[in-house]
């Protein structure tokens, strides 16, 4: 069954880069996967997406700041998040996208990391 696991700092300076690492145990990188994130007492976000070919998509709320990459040497995927504010606060997700009878859910799940921005 597949296992992901978030890294990073937890604490992050605003206007800095916040920069996550999900990596990915038994299971192949080359599929779809997502970042999402839920700020203290609001709900989840969707923040963007890299699939199985490479491409990318992004919130168009967080586009202007967001980069998703993958290192399948490493079976790792990131997130990056620039220019960040208290507002970015936020515990971050990362997990897996299948698509199912046309949907297409998330169907695993890190177990999430709190970020604080704050000087």
């Known amino acids: 069954q597949v296992q992901l696991q978030e890294s990073g700092p937890g604490l992050v300076k605003p206007s800095q880069t916040l920069s996550l690492t999900c990596t990915v145990s038994?299971?192949?990188?080359?599929?779809?996967w997502n970042w999402i994130r839920q700020p203290p007492g609001k709900g989840l976000e969707w923040m963007g997406s890299?699939?199985?070919?490479?491409?990318?998509y992004y919130s168009p709320s967080l586009k202007s700041r967001t980069s998703i990459s993958r290192d399948t040497s490493k079976n790792q995927f990131t997130l990056q998040l620039n220019s960040v504010t208290p507002e970015d606060t936020a515990v971050y997700y990362c997990?897996?996208?299948?698509?199912?009878?046309?949907?297409?859910?998330?169907?695993?799940w890190g177990q999430g990391t709190l970020v604080t921005v704050s000087s």
């Open positions: 038994y299971g192949s990188i080359t599929t779809n």
């Open positions: 890299i699939l199985y070919s490479g491409s990318t």
């Open positions: 997990a897996r996208g299948i698509y199912y009878n046309s949907d297409y859910i998330l169907d695993a």
